[in-house]
């Protein structure tokens, strides 16, 4: 299987605190690699780093081949790695409509009429399992899992190849989260999108992950097959 991403010898200090050092893993298409580590272990600060939110300190991400550690490079690939955040209510434009939430990237990344626009909405909104209702409504007038199925949905309009997904079912309620699992694994079988799962629960990692990568005292202690 050939490396959507790989992550060489990456480290991270905040004002010349070393949070992560010399991490290295590499994630193959339409894989679940888990990130697991306790928390303020530096799980999110991976996660950021891969996707351009935070710079690292030293070392590369390869992203299919090419290295966009640095931050001009980065933009040419977005959006192809996109990143799903733990806090649904924050992960939306409070001022935006479902459908406007939905429309945003397809506005900036393609060219689509209307009437074009309105299709590949109505086909997200099918994959992700929301009704039309839902488009109208702001997401304060949503539940949190609606807004993550929402979240997946605006995500999964620019085609990405590789989603960091930063605990997305944490704040939800057990059987919400089921179903959000589920979600993610129907859309990774019908895409071949690979995910970077990062948690600190351990159960969901192993329900979801093809492989966990264990981060202890900001480094990669191992990496486990799941069976
Ligand atoms: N921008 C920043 N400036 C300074 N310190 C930061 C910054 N971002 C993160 N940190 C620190 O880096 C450490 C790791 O944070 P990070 O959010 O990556 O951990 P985490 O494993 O994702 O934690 P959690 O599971 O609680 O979300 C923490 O001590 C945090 O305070």
Not at 90 to 99: A, D, E, I, V
């Amino acid at each position: 299987m050939s490396h959507v991403l790989s992550v060489k010898s990456l480290s991270k200090s905040f004002d010349s605190n070393e949070i992560i050092k010399d991490i290295n893993f590499s994630i193959s298409k339409g894989e679940t690699l888990g990130l697991f580590g306790k928390s303020g272990s530096g799980k999110t600060t991976v996660g950021k780093c891969i996707t351009g939110l935070e710079k690292p300190s030293s070392g590369n991400i390869i992203f299919k081949g090419k290295d966009i550690s640095d931050r001009k490079t980065i933009s040419t690939i977005l959006p192809k790695i996109q990143m799903i955040f733990q806090h649904p209510e924050t992960s939306l434009n409070p001022r935006m409509k479902g459908f406007e939430s939905i429309a945003e990237p397809l506005r900036i990344h393609s060219s689509m009429r209307k009437n074009e626009l309105s299709e590949k909405i109505g086909e997200l909104v099918e994959l992700v399992g929301l009704h039309m209702e839902h488009l109208h409504r702001y997401p304060s007038q949503l539940s949190g899992g609606e807004i993550q199925r929402i979240v997946l949905a605006r995500i999964l309009s620019v085609k990405p190849e590789l989603i960091v997904a930063d605990e997305p079912t944490s704040m939800l309620d057990v059987s919400v989260q089921a179903q959000i699992l589920r979600l993610m694994q129907k859309i990774q079988d019908e895409t071949g999108v690979s995910y970077l799962f990062v948690s600190h629960d351990i159960e969901v990692l192993r329900h979801v992950c093809h492989r966990i990568a264990y981060l202890e005292n900001g480094t990669i202690a191992r990496i486990e097959k799941v069976n």
